[in-house]
């Protein structure tokens, strides 16, 4: 069947440093990947959106020199959360599209947490 | 404003129990779609549900695309049904804007 792989599950880091996660597509093609962050007490919002061989698009108050995001091929991607805060506390979401309009897959997401 | 208002924010009911989730939408969507986020955090997908009425065992969605708003309904809640429910809706970009979701808490 189809799923998505997010590693690691659950990661402290300290403050002002980075934390990379990953995003596997197992059993079918990811022709977009979308990046969400659920922030303590909130609901999830879109970081970016990544379509293989397009531009990344981020959203408002995302920046790719804060996530930058790699979307090598089809089945992976990996987002990066630079000089972490307080503030990039959360839950992240990768959501793989098989075709771009339609409901993505979820993984189960990577939990950072920030000393 | 906010795009997607769900009601009510938290709901207690006694195991048997029916429970009606409701989602409103202030602008026009392509598509809507129904999450249970466990207590732990993982999302999975209840319904996909662009328009009409679906049905998974206990659970119904019914989304009414023209009126902006969808409902799920649990009839005979059981105490693994607790968790929380969010509503998204998708644009044709495949953006998914959330709703703050309906904390459901079921009592033996």
């Known amino acids: 069947g189809a799923l998505v792989y997010q590693y690691p599950r659950r990661t402290i880091c300290k403050s002002g440093t980075s934390m990379r996660m990953e995003c596997q597509a197992v059993g079918f093609q990811a022709t977009s990947v979308a990046w969400y962050r659920q922030s303590p007490q909130k609901t999830f919002e879109l970081i970016a959106l990544s379509t293989v061989n397009s531009a990344i698009k981020y959203e408002q108050n995302f920046t790719q020199e804060k996530f930058p995001i790699s979307h090598p091929n089809l089945s992976f991607s990996s987002m990066t959360v630079l000089n972490a805060y307080l503030e990039d506390r959360g839950l992240y979401l990768c959501?793989?599209?098989?075709?771009?309009?339609?409901?993505?897959?979820f993984g189960e997401g990577t939990r950072l947490s920030v000393l | 404003g906010q795009q997607v208002q769900q009601s009510p924010t938290s709901l207690v009911l006694q195991e048997g129990e029916n429970a009606e989730l409701q989602c409103n939408f202030s602008?026009?969507?392509?598509?809507m779609q129904w999450f249970y986020q466990r207590p732990g955090g993982s999302l999975i997908s209840v319904f996909y549900?662009?328009?009409g009425t679906k049905q998974s065992g206990r659970l119904t969605s019914t989304t009414v695309i023209k009126e902006r708003r969808s409902s799920l309904h649990i009839s005979s809640s059981q105490i693994t049904d607790s968790g929380t429910y969010l509503c998204?809706?998708?644009?044709?970009?495949?953006?998914?804007?959330f709703g703050d979701g309906t904390v459901l808490t079921v009592k033996p």
């Open positions: 549900n662009p328009s």
């Open positions: 998204a809706m998708g644009t044709n970009t495949g953006k998914l804007t």
């Open positions: 959501g793989a599209y098989r075709v771009s309009n339609q409901a993505p897959l």
């Open positions: 602008t026009s969507l392509n598509s």
